[in-house]
């Protein structure tokens, strides 16, 4: 089942976040991503809107959405990976907003592929700032 997060929730997903960051993004150095945790914490979260599948209280995957649709972040636990979750996420999310923008590394040929499949397409191709790699930036629009 998708609910909202809840406040005492934000250390799993936290956690949840930095793992599968590094994992996900071994082409970016592991200190990175813990140097950002911070900022991610204070900035992303406090703004977003985020929704989660848990089991048995543990949390299983969550996707964070800005006000303006932009999606940032959409994490599933690595030994939960394949089983729909991150989909069921986005479809969730899909039906509440028209349009829909997000950031993904194009060395992240899985979560291209993932997005592609959900109706997403390239919108622009740059260089992201903090760490020289490249990046799409993906747009869904409700047809």
């Not at 900022?39 to 929704?51: D, K, L, M, Q």
């Not at 303006?68 to 509440?96: N, W």
């Not at 700032?129 to 747009?139: I, N, S």
Request: charged letters at 25%; aromatic letters at 12%; a neutral charge.
């Amino acid at each position: 089942m998708i609910a909202k997060m809840q406040a005492d929730q934000l250390d799993e997903l936290m956690d949840l976040w930095l793992s599968v960051s590094c994992s996900a993004h071994a082409f970016i150095p592991a200190d990175y991503w813990r140097s950002s945790a911070p900022w991610v914490r204070e900035h992303c979260f406090s703004r977003a809107e985020t929704f989660l599948e848990e089991q048995a209280g543990r949390v299983r995957g969550f996707l964070s959405v800005m006000p303006d649709g932009y999606i940032g972040a959409l994490f599933v636990r690595e030994e939960e990976q394949g089983k729909g979750i991150g989909g069921r996420l986005l479809a969730h999310c899909q039906t509440r907003f028209d349009r829909l923008t997000l950031g993904v590394y194009r060395e992240n040929l899985r979560a291209v592929a993932f997005y592609k499949r959900a109706g997403f397409s390239i919108l622009t191709e740059q260089i992201d700032q903090a760490t020289g790699h490249g990046e799409y930036t993906m747009l869904w629009r409700r047809a």
